[in-house]
């Protein structure tokens, strides 16, 4: 008997086949599988192609239990959608739909207390506490939200640019190198690139490295941009550790996602700041990929002892 855990981001997918003794067997990777950017069919291709790609190298295996975690499934309608997609593709397996943050949590902090900053594409901040409960902060997306993410990195980069252009901002080599990232010759071209050639949340988020490269190099306008990002991603755990009444308690910070590779420093300064929300609390920057909390709570669904938090305040989701 076989389990699959699934980390589903919004620019990557990790698909991994385990057996029942937590060990690794196969492992797939693919393009983002978020639903609201996506949308439902390429959501079930992607899932299914990895699901697929993972099972090769255990043709005719037997799954028992399958675990996907995805951004907005704590949401009843996208929970919904996301089930009937494994319904069609699950074999018959049984199926637990969670929130990506929580695959993360479990990752990193196995069965315990702790709180997962996520900053990749998006941003959400995920706890729980050992009663079962849990709280998040942020996840709203990237037009109502994600602060400290990729994506709200790169457009306020973008926005620094054509402040300059218009002669509304200060000087800041974030114009050169956002203009070269994006291959254009004048910042008015970048109207075409945003508005009309398609671009995804990722391909604006991969401008946060031009950022950390302008920070490295002094400018000011990208030193500000990191600043808010921190201030922001430090709130927002301040905000999940409260509502857990986690402040005196000994927990995990878990640091989890691509921003904290593309941007050191960021991760650098929530090391620094955040023994000032929980001094007892230890920080881990996650080293393996959250697809193996998946497969951990897949495990546990197919032994019948998954626990999924509730949240302290019924409207989180």
Known sequence: MYVIGIDAGGTKTVCQLADEDGAVVGEARGPGANLQAAGELAVEKTLHTLMDEAMAARAGARLGAICVGMAGVDRPGDADVVRGIMRRIGQNAKILIVNDALVALEAGAPGAAGVVIIAGTGSICYGRNAQGQAARAGGWGYVLGDEGSGYWIGRHALRAVVREADRRGP?????????????????????????????????????????????????????????????????????????????????????????????????????????????????????????EGAVRLALALLGGTVRVPVYVDPAAP
């Not at 030193?223 to 430090?234: D, Q, S, T, Y």
């Not at 941007?263 to 929530?270: G, I």
Request: proline share 7%; no cysteine.
């Open 171 to 291: 000087p800041t080599t974030l114009t050169p190198k956002a203009l070269v990232h994006f291959g254009v010759d004048r910042p008015q071209d970048l109207i075409h690139e945003i508005y009309y050639g398609g671009m995804r949340p990722g391909a604006i988020a991969a401008l946060a490295s031009r950022v950390q490269e302008a920070f490295v190099e002094g400018d000011a306008v990208a030193a500000g941009i990191l600043e808010v990002g921190v201030r922001e991603l430090v709130s927002s755990a301040g905000s999940v550790v409260a509502r857990l009444r986690l402040e005196q308690e000994a927990f995990t910070f878990v640091l989890s996602g691509g921003i904290f590779r593309a941007v050191p420093w960021m991760r650098e300064q929530l090391i620094a700041r955040l023994p000032r929300v929980a001094p007892a609390a230890q920080i881990l920057h996650l080293a393996v990929e959250p697809a």
